[in-house]
């Protein structure tokens, strides 16, 4: 069973401050990685996507991937309490855009 | 430009009917996605139409099936219900053959459905 974990927390961070959103996945093929923003009662919501090992950023998220350790990390600076969601992380399941997701981890920034 | 539609919006069926939920994919994308989401977990695939034919499945069973129609809008058709179906519907849209190796697909509203 190919797999993506996350912590489902909740994870609670203060207003301002960097938020860390971890996820580890079992399919060594698996090329590209998702991250999701969902608000609850509402569809999930690409924020980014990586698929080249290091750093990607954009604006305040920054996504992470190391294959050789099997890890994606999103990061939140300068946390919100609009941040405050569950966040999907996923991955491809080797060709053709076949996905899976995680159970998601729910964030909760603290005014 | 338009986004990923579903309809219906919601939908209450009894155990043993069957239902019909419907996908409009995002303007220029020509592949359509279902996934299934019960509460409190992660969509689970269900399968992927691409040129009017199911091109991935995931790990359901046959009362799961669908369609795609020439103008990419898709069907997703569910036969005696039970109430383990109960879920959002999740239709996600995409570009095929994707920009390699990644690409991005954007999620409609969704349909919930209820099977009393």
């Known amino acids: 069973q190919k797999e993506v974990e996350q912590n489902s927390g909740p994870l609670s961070v203060p207003e301002g401050a960097i938020a860390s959103l971890n996820c580890t996945y079992s399919?060594?093929?698996?090329?590209?990685f998702f991250w999701y923003r969902q608000y609850s009662g509402k569809s999930p919501e690409l924020i980014m996507f990586i698929y080249s090992n290091g750093d990607k950023e954009d604006g305040r998220f920054t996504a992470q991937l190391n294959k050789a350790s099997q890890y994606v990390s999103l990061l939140i600076r300068d946390s919100q309490p609009s941040d405050s969601a569950t966040y999907l992380c996923a991955g491809d399941s080797g060709g053709y855009q076949k996905v899976t997701f995680g159970t998601g981890t729910k964030l909760q920034v603290i005014p | 430009d338009a986004g990923v539609t579903q309809s219906p919006t919601h939908l209450i069926k009894t155990r043993g009917q069957q239902v019909t939920l419907r996908c409009s994919p995002k303007s220029g994308h020509d592949t359509v996605s279902w996934y299934q989401q019960a509460l409190g977990q992660g969509p689970q695939f269900i399968f992927q139409?691409?040129?009017?034919?199911?091109?991935q499945r995931g790990n359901f069973p046959d009362r799961f099936s669908g369609h795609q129609f020439p103008n990419y809008s898709s069907e997703l058709n569910v036969n005696a219900l039970l109430l383990g179906d109960s879920a959002l519907y999740l239709c996600a849209s995409s570009l095929s053959p994707p920009s390699a190796p990644s690409y991005e697909q954007y999620f409609g509203p969704g349909t919930r459905l209820t099977v009393t």
């Open positions: 139409y691409y040129e009017e034919e199911e091109r």
């Open positions: 399919d060594r093929g698996s090329q590209s």
